[in-house]
DNA sequence: GAAGTGATGTTTTTT
DNA sequence: ACATCACTTC
């Protein structure tokens, strides 16, 4: 991997010496220091896992059992890679250490202290799809307005609420949320919010977001669980620390900020490669860290070599990243040589692109000797993927997709799970309501509403109700032989192994029955998802798939099951081994490194992505551009097209603005970049009133005159000092008079006036934008 | 309850 | 372009 790094695996002796060897100086010392606040800022490449195992590994090796040592990661994938690369160093220890996400850690924390709560032990794990259905049936049952309560965004108030600690009580104390929801048409969010809680709660259901809400709770609530948790934790590490949000840190804090604790902590994170904003992770965390634990001597250790790429790639990297302005200052440096320089594709169109690409894919592997697992096209937006299918396609290329729907969200992977969960979790209403009358047994609406209201009436739960309410005799019969069969699965699911119970359900259920009339190859493929299903179940009865996440690794239950699959997805279990070009997202690449990178479709309204253009937000933009070029090693390749079909329409775009943000010297053919595109990000076809509305974008943007401002001496003002009338200095568009203010505090959007831009006004969002006062 | 129609909404994603 | 979905109609 850090290939001027020795990487050979070693002997399980004498390894304080050799693995310490193999560091730098800043690592050795990151590595080293195990007592006391520790914050690791890590730029791309700079050996970040590496640090973090072997520091694990010394924390064990200095005597502390591995148990009390707890490492929290973002994905599965990481947690297990962690865990093999210590074990390299330490042996089957290793295993023993907590190293697990978020999610799954305290997920098993919560398995054994949520009955306090009012959890049972074998509480359900509503994933994104079930949250949002439980959210749809709560808003039609209010009778309110679908379009304005929409499902999605109802969702996000919520877990934003969730991860910054307000439950609904305090949800309704604070102004500020009730008037934006207000603003926005959605008075009643608060109370849909607080009607989803119980309905998780009677449901014994908790979302991604409960997981960590709860367990905050929990502390919260019962000190005295709280500190056998401290106790028990003596060395806590974070990794990509800058992704979290609130509500992870005050768990997180909550764990080690303690009276006497030792306050064994260490966050490894990178600022510049924050990417996850948009779901609440807050670089503030960092910010935090250091003034919550500064009284405690916390240390600081930058890592800033990076053993990944050569110097035109790192350079540029450090370039693009100085256009953002808040940040931990830091440089990364790299000594494997100039190397290549960056290549620069400027194509026609997106068909274009994807032929070039495909075409400068056959030419290194033939010339540079790449392997197609060298290889990597990153894009911004999932849909891109199409046009590189095809044409690898055409030449022969062996790739493969990551993204898009995961296995377990599959419709009939879900359907049948609901069978399988409504076997061991009887209140769990969204797994009933979606297997009751799937495949159809004649229980429609008017049935269904019947059994609810003798539900409500009667104060039963639905599962219940099944067994008392009074139908016509033709559905009650339907109705008594459902709820016999979920008897029956109940007691399959206790008696037998998961296989066996799950192989009976699920052929009870009459899904491949009825998913075999359907012909088609698409329907074939269904029943083939629902064998694969199986296949995977048999393989945690068998293997120990999922020992590593699991308290019990003996038990082979159906109940044991499900509570493993809620919280891995199917990339943990990827198989690295073909030789395949790999295709993906660049939030996807995160964590990732390849001989050679494509990062395409760099185009205003594209990369950066029109939301961020709209919301004047695009430093995380950029940052994920920084992301996306440090994957690269050796070759990097940057196309941008003059014209793509977007949503249908043909779209001109220019050429991103991240382009022009690296100097001309790392690029091979630097002309390309240079002026021409009169592209504006206009549109082929005449429906702009629609799209004009919906992007915010007109027609004249682009083409920013290049403001001279002061860096020294510009210093933003607070966003709630800025009023109407107020003459602005702004860094991009130069000086400039609010016209008018709207919209509450925390969400204010200033109409703005800049001598730069003539008579076009811009609508900028204060929370974001950094405006200086003027004061002449 | 099936099949068809029209409107709508389309970044990024783990858990 | 395309998929999803609420709603209509038979």
Not at 238 to 266: A, P, W
Not at 344 to 367: F, P, T
Request: glycine fraction near 6%; charge should be positive; aromatic fraction near 8%.
């Amino acid at each position: 991997m850090y290939d001027n790094q020795c990487t050979k695996s070693m002997e399980n002796k004498s390894l304080s010496q050799s693995y310490l060897n193999e560091l730098n100086d800043i690592q050795r010392k990151a590595v080293v220091t195990i007592k006391g606040p520790v914050l690791v800022v890590a730029g791309p490449g700079s050996g970040k896992t590496r640090v973090l195992t072997y520091r694990i590994a010394n924390i064990i090796e200095s005597g502390v059992a591995p148990w009390e040592i707890l490492s929290l990661t973002f994905t599965n994938k990481a947690a297990k890679e962690m865990k093999e690369r210590i074990a390299k160093v330490v042996g089957d220890r290793a295993h023993k250490v907590w190293a697990g996400t978020f999610h799954s850690v305290f997920a098993k924390i919560l398995r054994v202290e949520a009955q306090h709560i009012g959890y049972s032990p074998n509480f359900t794990i509503y994933d994104t799809d079930d949250s949002k259905s439980v959210l749809t049936k709560i808003i039609s049952g209010m009778n309110l307005n679908k379009d304005k309560y929409k499902a999605n965004i109802i969702k996000n108030r919520i877990s934003s609420a969730k991860s910054n600690i307000i439950s609904p009580v305090g949800y309704r104390q604070q102004k500020s949320l009730l008037e934006q929801d207000s603003i926005a048409g959605r008075p009643k969010t608060v109370d849909v919010y607080e009607k989803y809680m119980a309905k998780c709660k009677a449901s014994d259901a908790m979302d991604f977001d409960d997981l960590l809400y709860q367990l905050f709770y929990l502390f919260y609530k019962f000190p005295e669980i709280a500190k056998k948790y401290q106790a028990k934790f003596k060395y806590i590490l974070v990794d990509e620390f800058q992704d979290t949000n609130h509500l992870q840190y005050s768990i997180m804090r909550k764990l080690v900020n303690y009276g006497d604790s030792e306050r064994n902590i260490c966050v490894v994170g990178d600022d510049a490669q924050s990417i996850y904003g948009f779901r609440g992770a807050t670089i503030d965390n960092i910010l935090d860290f250091e003034k919550d634990f500064k009284p405690h001597g916390i240390q600081t250790f930058k890592l800033e070599q990076n053993y990944r790429s050569t110097e035109h790639i790192v350079q540029a990297a450090n370039e693009v990243i100085s256009y953002n302005s808040k940040q931990i200052q830091k440089k990364i440096w790299s000594h494997k040589g100039s190397g290549n320089k960056i290549n620069i594709l400027k194509v026609a169109s997106d068909n274009e692109e994807g032929s070039r690409i495909v075409h400068q894919i056959l030419e290194q592997k033939n010339r540079d000797h790449l392997s197609n697992s060298d290889i990597a096209i990153l894009y911004r937006t999932n849909g891109q993927s199409r046009i590189f299918e095809e044409y690898l396609r055409r030449y022969n290329v062996p790739y493969r997709i990551f993204g898009g729907l995961s296995f377990y969200q599959r419709k009939e992977v879900k359907d049948a799970l609901a069978y399988l969960r409504i076997a061991i979790n009887p209140n769990d209403e969204e797994a009933l309501l979606r297997s009751m009358n799937y495949p159809k047994r004649g229980i429609g609406d008017t049935t269904l509403t019947k059994i609810r209201s003798h539900a409500t009436e009667n104060s039963v739960t639905l599962r219940a109700a099944l067994k008392t309410v009074d139908l016509p005799a033709r559905v009650k019969a339907q109705v008594r032989r459902f709820e016999k069969l979920l008897t029956l699965h109940e007691e399959l699911a206790q008696k037998q192994d998961a296989y066996e119970s799950s192989h009976t359900i699920i052929k009870n259920s009459g899904i491949i029955e009825l998913l075999k009339k359907d012909t088609t190859p698409e329907g074939q493929a269904r029943i083939d998802n629902l064998g694969s299903l199986l296949d995977g179940i048999k393989d945690f009865v068998e293997n120990d798939e999922f020992s590593e996440l699991t308290e019990n690794s003996d038990d082979r239950s159906l109940t044991n099951y499900l509570q493993n699959i809620a919280l891995v997805s199917e990339q943990d279990k990827s198989d690295e081994s073909s030789d395949v070009v790999t295709l993906m997202s660049v939030h996807a690449a995160k964590g990732l490194e390849f001989p050679s990178v494509f990062v395409v479709g760099l185009e205003e309204n594209l990369f950066p992505s029109f939301m961020a253009l709209e919301s004047q937000n695009i430093d995380e933009e950029r940052r994920l551009f920084y992301v996306a070029i440090t994957r690269a090693e050796k070759l990097l390749t940057l196309s941008f097209a003059n014209s793509r079909y977007q949503y249908g329409n043909l779209r001109h775009n220019s050429p991103s603005r991240f382009l022009e943000e690296i100097d001309a010297n790392h690029y091979d053919n630097p002309s390309v970049i240079k002026k021409q595109y009169g592209g504006t990000g206009t549109l082929d076809k005449s429906d702009e009133p629609r799209r004009a509305a919906l992007t915010g974008i007109s027609k004249s943007k682009r083409s920013l005159p290049k403001v001279e401002v002061d860096m020294a001496n510009f210093k933003p003002s607070p966003s709630d000092s800025l009023e109407e009338g107020m003459k602005v200095l702004h860094l991009k568009f130069g000086k400039g008079k609010i016209l008018s203010i709207e919209g509450g505090k925390g969400n204010r959007i200033a109409s703005i006036q800049f001598e730069s831009l003539g008579d076009e006004k811009k609508r900028i969002m204060l929370k974001f934008a950094k405006l200086q006062i003027l004061n002449d």
